[in-house]
């Protein structure tokens, strides 16, 4: 490290006398186009992980969000030709032939020509292998002569727009303004914050671990930094990376906690190209679960479900697309769909215990009025979720919106039943359809592919999940 620092000041003294400056910021550069310094990477190795650490619980959106920002620390691409780097650095340089990880967002342009923000992974690993595209590698030093702007570089500040779902590409300096500022203790930091210097970089926060106390041990980083990105922890325990040198070499240097406000809406969509572990795709066929059958008519709600974080296995390998959801399942999924929301009140039930893993979703459920029990003491936790049960609880969720249809087809729902403006709702909306053409089977328990399918169409019709 002290030879690095006395390298640095050699080089440094070298470019004063040679009568180079220094600057952050050209002179002439456009101020909303603020080009970002990466600093140095931290030494070392990983560490294997704590033993007895305890990893933090997040909700779907910052779930998806660590997702988002894992598809891009995962992702590998290869040059066809040399590409010069962020200010033409000789280490920034992309090599022909060798792989990195990372999409090189285009530093300057945060929309347009080169890589734009808009490109997905998928777009991006398309293009670059498209001798017709200005994204071609093997073009990119010739595009560059004409618009020498848009350097190629492994930037910072696109990882985290596009991890936190921000409707364009942003930079650190603009970065604050989708967040709330948190401050500079370490101890306050959570997952899916941001580690932020206006001008200088960015860091995304995407596990912590907590000791038995609850005091943070752990923190992993997700970065853009030339020439690839990376993901790495922190650690109490570790020499080469310890805890305090986050606190030290950027809390107490300038840096902030930005905190993403629309952080518990953040959707995901899985990637053909960069399929993280526990994601589920008909396309590509990724599939942890050895009981569901990509080619049957629940792949793709399950797909939608299982990936946003909605819905889990039952186990480790097996998802039982035909076994019924119960009350208490149905909801926690309904409180996953709403964003996770606290709740502190009691609940009038004698049949639910405040340590159950549902009892937060219940709460909140049972104090929105979105959930009620089958008796005033009662709540069922463990029987079977109806159909209409979950048809209404749905309804209830989105707010009880007005129907806009007036008939229902089916011979066994009663006008008037207590689900029946719930289910012109849902039926209308696409949310639910029947058994067949004659019958809804009302009173049948909802199966976990059929749960599925009514939740992904439920969270389309609401834009519940948003970003790409
Ligand atoms: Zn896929």
Redesign the pocket.
């Known amino acids: 490290m002290r030879r690095l620092r006395l390298r640095r000041a050699l080089c440094l003294l070298l470019a004063l006398l040679l009568g180079l400056t220094f600057l952050p910021f050209p002179a002439t550069a456009d101020p909303g186009l603020t080009e970002e310094e990466p600093l140095e990477p931290p030494e070392g190795l990983d560490e294997e992980a704590e033993r007895g650490a305890i990893h933090a619980q997040v909700s779907p959106g910052v779930r998806n969000m660590v997702k988002r920002a894992y598809q891009i620390t995962d992702i590998q691409w290869t040059p066809k030709k040399d590409i010069e780097g962020w200010k033409n650095r000789e280490a920034n340089r992309f090599l022909a032939g060798h792989t990195y990880s990372g999409i090189p967002y285009g530093q300057a342009h945060r929309s347009g020509s080169y890589v734009p923000w808009q490109t997905a992974y998928e777009e991006f690993l398309r293009q670059v292998n498209n001798p017709n595209s200005p994204m071609y590698t093997a073009r990119a030093v010739s595009q560059l002569a004409q618009n020498p702007g848009p350097y190629y570089c492994c930037d910072c500040s696109a990882l985290v727009s596009w991890a936190w779902g921000l409707p364009q590409r942003e930079i650190t300096n603009t970065l604050p303004q989708y967040a709330d500022v948190i401050g500079t203790s370490l101890n306050s930091l959570q997952v899916g914050d941001c580690i932020n210097k206006e001008g200088t970089h960015a860091r995304l926060v995407t596990d912590i671990t907590y000791n038995s106390r609850g005091v943070i041990n752990g923190v992993e980083i997700s970065e853009e930094r030339q020439p690839s990105a990376k993901r790495f922890w922190y650690r109490s325990s570790s020499s080469t990376r310890p805890l305090t040198a986050l606190q030290t070499e950027f809390l107490d240097q300038g840096y902030v906690i930005l905190r993403c406000r629309t952080r518990e809406s953040i959707g995901y969509t899985?990637?053909?190209a960069v399929?993280l572990a526990g994601?589920l795709?008909p396309?590509?066929?990724?599939n942890p679960f050895q009981d569901l059958n990509l080619e049957k008519w629940y792949a793709e709600p399950v797909a939608y479900v299982v990936n946003q974080g909605l819905m889990s296995g039952t186990s480790e390998d097996s998802f039982s697309p035909k076994a019924a959801i119960t009350r208490s399942m149905a909801v926690t999924m309904i409180w996953r769909m709403k964003h996770s929301p606290a709740c502190f009140g009691t609940l009038p039930f004698t049949d639910i215990k405040t340590d159950a893993y549902y009892y937060p979703a219940l709460c909140w459920a049972w104090h929105q009025g979105i959930a009620a029990g089958t008796a005033p003491d009662t709540f069922s936790p463990k029987a079977d979720c109806t159909r209409a049960q979950l048809v209404t609880m749905l309804w209830k969720a989105a707010g009880e919106p007005q129907p806009q249809i007036a008939e229902l087809p089916f011979k066994d729902v009663r006008k008037g039943a207590w689900y029946y403006q719930a289910l012109l709702w849902a039926f209308g909306n696409g949310v639910v359809s029947g058994k067949s053409a004659e019958s809804f089977g009302p009173s049948d328990s909802t199966t976990r592919a059929e749960a599925a399918a009514m939740l992904r169409s439920a969270c389309i019709l609401l834009g519940i999940f948003t970003g790409k």
């Open positions: 899985h990637s053909c399929p994601d795709c396309v590509c066929g990724a």
